[in-house]
C-alpha cells in the first residue's frame, strides 16, 4: 500500500466535503430595523421592519411614517444567500411590489429598495438595528 498516496487521496476527499458543506449565514438578522430611504416627491421615510427568527429563514413584518406600507405588513419570499436577507411586500394599499435587500459588509449593514414594477434599486440613507 503506497501510503503517501491513499494520505493525499484522503485529504482531497475531505477537502472536498468541508467545501460542500454550506455555510451558515455569519449574520444574525433577527431584530427591529430602521431606515430612511428619499423617496423622490414625498421626502425622506422611515421604514420600521421587524425579523424574527423561523426556522432556517426569517418572518417579519413592515411599515413606514409616510403611510404608504400598511401597518404590520407581512414580508414574503424571504431568501438569505451568504450575507444579504432579500424579501418582498406589498404598499399603498397592496398595488405595488416592493423588493427590499440588505447587505453585511465589512462591519456595516447596507439597505436598498426596489419597486418591482420600475426594476430600479434606491439606496437607503441609513438603516440600523434598534
Not at 491513499?6 to 482531497?12: C, F, H, R, T
Request: glycine content about 10%; proline content about 2%; overall charge neutral.
Amino acid at each position: 500500500m503506497n501510503t503517501p498516496k491513499v494520505a493525499l487521496g484522503l485529504l482531497a476527499v475531505l477537502g472536498l466535503v468541508v467545501l460542500a458543506v454550506p455555510s451558515s449565514p455569519a449574520v444574525d438578522w433577527a431584530g427591529t430595523w430602521t431606515g430612511s430611504i428619499d423617496t423622490r416627491g414625498m421626502g425622506v421615510d422611515t421604514i420600521t421592519l421587524v425579523l424574527k427568527k423561523a426556522d432556517k429563514t426569517y418572518a417579519g413584518t413592515i411599515d413606514d411614517s409616510l403611510g404608504l406600507i400598511e401597518k404590520n405588513t407581512a414580508i414574503t419570499e424571504v431568501k438569505l444567500e451568504g450575507d444579504e436577507i432579500s424579501f418582498s411586500f406589498k404598499a399603498v394599499g397592496g398595488s405595488m411590489d416592493f423588493m427590499m435587500k440588505m447587505t453585511a459588509k465589512d462591519g456595516k449593514i447596507s439597505a436598498q429598495l426596489m419597486n418591482k414594477a420600475v426594476g430600479e434599486w434606491g439606496s437607503f440613507e441609513s438603516i440600523s438595528r434598534k
